[in-house]
């Protein structure tokens, strides 16, 4: 039999719709926990607030009837039993941690929606008694930001098989707090197996860009994503007297670190945007006005779609830090995350655009510059994405923003998504 393409398998009738309403006021009320005057969120990973966020899923899938297991990272899994135990699963999800001061979107909407969608479509299918052929269930990572542990996508990394277990949990905040002792400090260092037999991983989450808004388009289809470095650079001088001390006697850590700064930008500015870098925090030690900078640990990152220029741009980097020595100043520098360029699996592409078109919703297909759990995901299922619009391409800011309209398209596009894989019908 030749195999058929989605947009000729699916069918209106057979995707089941959400419920706008049941998803903006699970929307609301998680905004609220970790809510920020600005209108942002902070919610770092195993905060009190990320904890308190957590409880609020797991009563919702309790409720729902799902079975709730949390892993060794605290990863959280809501599974549903649609096509018996020993069957594979469709496994969808996104995160609950935020950046600081961050957007209400990223990452909770993903999480929301994916609630508000399985929902939908096991009520849907046990209504037209259709039979499941997969199961279901919910994902909420742990630490996908990267802010308060590195790296980021720390728990979905753990899950593919990434990055190990003990070493996760040994990773320390700016504050020497252990990612164990965080989610221990939350009542979640889980000890249940994550699920297995994971067929295909489908995550939902704001584009944090401005393509979907400038081309009128309400669905993204992510195709692949741009690669990544990230660095940690610890500069260490000598901290003395801002005032008496000669200027050609100081070993001034935060002046080279700015050097590496300018030149991180300089580096992109040559390129036309085609490498992307930033260095968004440097922890200062003592960090006194009147101390020349004794100690600089410094955060930057490189990203681009192509390998050979993120390469290019990640060497010239690492050979100006190493000229940064001098007599009594020394650099050290490590990579934290190493995120090659890939893509997304092509088939989910094809069913998230043929849902999408049946609903009505015109699709753009891009990349992704942001790094997703849906990622490392890739290395164990196939695994896609879907983006909705960001007012502006606003993103970790308080400032952050998705329409109504948008929220729902997301979830709507999800909900069929998720049903046809679920019941067979996707014509993957
Ligand atoms: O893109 C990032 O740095 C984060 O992993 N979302
Ligand atoms: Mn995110
Ligand atoms: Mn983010």
Not at 50 to 66: H, N, S, T, V
Not at 135 to 156: K, V
Not at 172 to 189: F, S
Not at 348 to 354: I, M, N
Request: charged letters at 25%; hydrophobic letters at 40%; glycine letters at 12%.
């Amino acid at each position: 039999m030749t195999e058929r393409k989605p947009r000729e398998v699916l069918v209106r009738e057979d995707l089941p719709a959400i419920d706008p309403a049941r998803l903006r006021g699970m929307f609301d009320d998680l905004s609220a926990i970790g809510g920020t005057p600005g209108g942002g969120v902070t919610r770092l990973a195993a905060s009190r607030e990320d904890g308190i966020a957590r409880d609020y899923l797991r009563d919702w899938l309790d409720r729902e009837g799902f079975r709730v297991h949390i892993d060794q990272v605290g990863n959280i899994y809501g599974l549903l039993d649609l096509a018996g135990a020993g069957a594979p699963l469709i496994l969808t999800g996104s995160h609950l941690d935020s950046q600081p001061l961050g957007g209400r979107f990223d990452g909770a909407y993903g999480v929301v929606a994916s609630c508000e969608a399985v929902r939908s479509a096991r009520a849907f299918g046990e209504a037209r008694s259709r039979p499941f052929s997969r199961n279901l269930a919910i994902a909420a990572w742990t630490n996908e930001e990267g802010t308060r542990f590195q790296p980021s996508t720390l728990g979905s990394s753990v899950f593919a098989g990434l990055y190990e277990t003990a070493a996760a949990l040994s990773q320390a905040d700016r504050d020497g707090v252990t990612l164990e002792q965080a989610l221990g400090g939350i009542g979640y260092l889980g000890t249940d197996d994550p699920p297995s037999r994971v067929e295909s991983y489908l995550e939902l989450h704001i584009e944090q860009g401005r393509r979907l808004e400038d081309g009128g388009c309400a669905i993204g289809v992510v195709e692949g994503n741009w690669g990544t470095v990230k660095y940690v650079a610890d500069i260490q001088g000598e901290a003395a007297h801002t005032g008496p001390t000669p200027m050609k006697e100081r070993r001034d850590a935060l002046l080279a670190a700015a050097q590496l700064v300018i030149l991180c930008r300089t580096l992109s500015d040559e390129t036309d945007g085609e490498l992307v870098t930033s260095v968004g925090r440097l922890d200062i030690t003592p960090n006194s006005t009147n101390i020349v900078a004794g100690h600089v640990r410094m955060f930057a990152e490189f990203r681009a779609l192509d390998s050979a220029r993120l390469a290019d741009g990640c060497r010239r980097f690492e050979g100006a830090a190493a000229r940064v020595s001098s007599p009594g100043l020394s650099i050290s520098l490590r990579r934290t995350t190493e995120r090659a360029p890939g893509s997304f699996d092509s088939a989910l592409c094809s069913l998230v655009e043929a849902v999408a078109r049946i609903r009505g919703y015109r699709t753009m297909r891009l990349h992704t510059v942001a790094g997703h759990d849906a990622v490392p995901l890739r290395a164990v299922c196939r695994s896609g994405m879907i983006f909705v619009p960001s007012v502006n391409g606003v993103s970790h800011s308080e400032k952050e923003l998705t329409r109504p309209e948008d929220m729902e398209a997301g979830a709507t596009v999800l909900a069929g998504a998720l049903y046809a894989l679920a019941t067979g019908t996707d014509g993957l």
